[in-house]
């Protein structure tokens, strides 16, 4: 059985996210951290997905470290570009949302038409929270229907490390 829920609290799954048009009522996953850095700080660390995973590196990195400073210019956003490998950005709201698509052929013929937004909510100075929605889609084949129960159990797995890392780094650009 996959974990649908994980560190978000209940009003974050009733949000509006990005990829909610593109996947209308789909089976959906949520996770979130909270972050002690104010959101700018972690909208700039999240668009460090544009070079790297940030999960573990020995698995969807290749055994490349995800880099621990800013890379200059990826925070300059437009749909179309590729992140992660597989993903495309589809949908942003500056400082606040980042949506992605899987496009790559072989992402999609593992996994289907999955969404991911990211989304950050302020909770007060110098802290916010650090959503995800992972947007499933209905299995298209037998091939999806065999792979969606190892992509949610991974989801949970790699996003947790992902976002743990994520706010960790952000937190840590904020003492900087």
């Known amino acids: 059985m996959s ?14 996210y990005g990829g909610d048009a593109l996947v209308p009522g789909r089976e959906a996953y949520y996770r979130a951290v909270d972050v002690h850095a104010p959101a700018p700080v972690v909208f700039r660390r999240l668009c460090q997905l544009r070079v ?11 055994g490349r470290r995800s880099p621990r400073e800013l890379t200059p210019g990826v925070d300059d ?26 496009t790559e052929r072989r992402g999609r013929a593992l996994f289907g038409d999955v969404v991911i937004t ?37 989801d949970l797995v790699m996003m947790r490390r992902q976002l743990l890392n994520l706010a960790g780094l952000a937190e840590r650009d904020q003492l900087r």
Request: net charge positive; charged share 25%.
């Open 118 to 154: 990211y989304l950050l909510r302020e909770l007060g100075p110098g802290r916010c929270r650090l959503v995800a929605k992972l947007h499933m889609p209905e299995p298209r084949g037998p091939l999806e229907r065999v792979t969606r129960p190892l992509l949610a159990a991974g």
């Open 52 to 62: 790297a995973p940030y999960s573990y590196d020995w698995i969807d990195n290749g």
């Open 3 to 16: 974990v649908k829920v994980w560190g978000t609290r209940p009003e974050e799954t009733g949000l509006a």
């Open 77 to 102: 956003l437009a749909t179309g570009q590729r992140w992660m490998t597989i993903f495309d950005l589809v949908a942003f709201v500056p400082g606040e949302q980042l949506t992605f698509r899987v």
